[in-house]
């Protein structure tokens, strides 16, 4: 097991930004990054554009076993559907083991040097209400225990290497979907949407909250997304839009005013936008000061969009991802229709030039909102389609981001 050398540490107030505002960073040696003269690769935040380039950390801190299954046995859960259910066959402390191994390996400090080198300038990482282990009730839920210092240490490497970082709650209280490993657990039904659930989430935000503008770590966490994917049935969701979201809005910013963070240094607060089928983030916010919206946007599971390469490349192009504003496109891949997937006209191996072009004609059109984020870095499925670095192993993706406007492809 990894030893951290990893020390919370007190140091004011760090700020909070979006990509394209102004802000110095400064690597591990005191350089500034986005001066010319230190780095001549480097710039702030795209300029001209301002969009954000991301990828997610996906199963690094929410486990989702079909994203890596060998990682998911080596951990002794194998067959189990979730992180809870590993954790309550393991057993605590054996989990806990087991757990930390994976993220100190799953994601190492090379992997932001190599991110940066793609030319992304933004991670999200999706994260558990359980790394605030006090928030869990012991008695009948099983998550692992001691995820905060490594995310610690990924949010410090982020930072060193000048990425811009959104924290997710991916997993919420009660589970937000049911059946669904990316919540953390495999629960019958959604249980989220009730007052001491939102309660437990609101508890979580203001710690985060805190934790971002006090320890130096976070000092690049620019935005804290409230709930990923609730159900998509806007006769359930009443509550989650007229209780949970403005009270997240007014817990967050209580706990930075008891902190003084000034108005220009808070965090950014990511709903998913009207898009998802949740309802309209915004129609019981008084406040929308520092608001963002996610869209995720798999068009392999869009049933209106009939399944040829030309219609998948023009489909991309003119895809209207518009809604609330502004809105990142925060989780996208290259996967196509199960049943279509491994054919020949869409094989991965012989297929490169048209996955080339349907990954220039989703970021272009992503950066008319304010860019996007690939869901994932990694994966363990030998299908580049899912991941981001084998993507560009493949030439797939290019690492100098802004020619795929050359191609010509919308
Ligand atoms: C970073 O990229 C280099 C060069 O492609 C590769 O050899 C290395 O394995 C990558 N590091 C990680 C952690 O994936
Ligand atoms: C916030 O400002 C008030 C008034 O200046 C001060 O008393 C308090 O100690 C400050 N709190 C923090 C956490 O800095
Ligand atoms: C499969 C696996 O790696 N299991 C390990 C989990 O952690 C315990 C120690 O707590 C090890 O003994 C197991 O080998």
Redesign the pocket.
């Known amino acids: 097991m990894k030893t951290l050398g990893v020390i919370a540490t007190l140091c004011g107030l760090s700020a909070a930004w979006m990509p394209g505002v102004h802000k110095d960073i400064y690597s591990k040696e005191g350089k500034n990054l986005f001066e010319k003269s230190v780095s001549s690769t480097r710039k702030r935040y795209l300029p001209g554009s301002g969009k954000i380039r991301g990828v997610n950390l996906g199963s690094l801190f929410v486990f989702e076993p079909w994203i890596a299954e060998t990682t998911w046995s080596s951990m002794g859960c194998g067959n189990q559907n979730s992180e809870f259910d590993c954790v309550n066959s393991e057993g605590q402390d054996t989990a806990n083991t087991n757990f930390s191994d994976h993220w100190g390996s799953w994601?190492?400090e090379?992997?932001f040097?190599?991110m940066t080198?793609y030319g992304l300038n933004t991670i999200r990482i999706p994260v558990g209400y359980w790394i605030r282990e006090d928030l869990v009730y012991t008695d009948s839920e099983h998550f692992p225990q001691g995820a905060l210092s490594y995310l610690e240490q990924v949010c410090g490497w982020a930072s060193d290497h000048g990425l811009y970082i959104i924290i997710d709650l991916h997993g919420a209280p009660g589970a937000q979907v049911s059946q669904n490993a990316d919540t953390g657990q495999f629960a019958d039904t959604p249980g989220f949407y009730v007052d001491y659930q939102f309660e437990r989430a609101l508890q979580f935000l203001e710690w985060m909250t805190t934790n971002i503008h006090s320890n130096d770590n976070f000092r690049n966490v620019g935005m804290l997304e409230i709930a990923n994917e609730p159900v998509q049935d806007s006769t359930q969701v009443g509550d989650l839009l007229s209780s949970y979201y403005p009270n997240a809005f007014s817990r967050i910013r209580a706990a930075e005013s008891a902190l003084n963070v000034t108005e220009n240094n808070e965090l950014h607060i990511e709903m998913m936008n009207n898009l998802w089928g949740s309802g309209d983030p915004t129609q019981y916010l008084t406040d929308n000061y520092f608001a963002a919206y996610d869209d995720h946007r798999y068009i392999k599971w869009d049933s209106s969009v009939a399944v040829s390469q030309d219609n998948y490349i023009s489909t991309s192009c003119n895809d209207d991802r518009g809604g609330n504003t502004p809105t990142i496109v925060s989780e996208w891949s290259l996967s196509v229709p199960d049943d279509v997937q491994w054919n020949s006209d869409w094989d991965p191996s012989t297929n490169q030039e048209f996955y080339k072009k349907w990954f220039a004609a989703q970021v272009m059109t992503y950066e008319k909102q304010d860019g996007w984020v690939f869901w994932t870095w990694?994966s363990e499925l030998g299908d580049y389609r899912w991941s981001y670095?084998d993507a560009?192993?493949a030439g797939v993706i290019p690492t100098d981001l802004d020619t795929v406007y050359d191609l010509g492809v919308c």
């Open positions: 994601i190492v090379e992997d040097a190599n080198s990694k670095q560009v192993t």
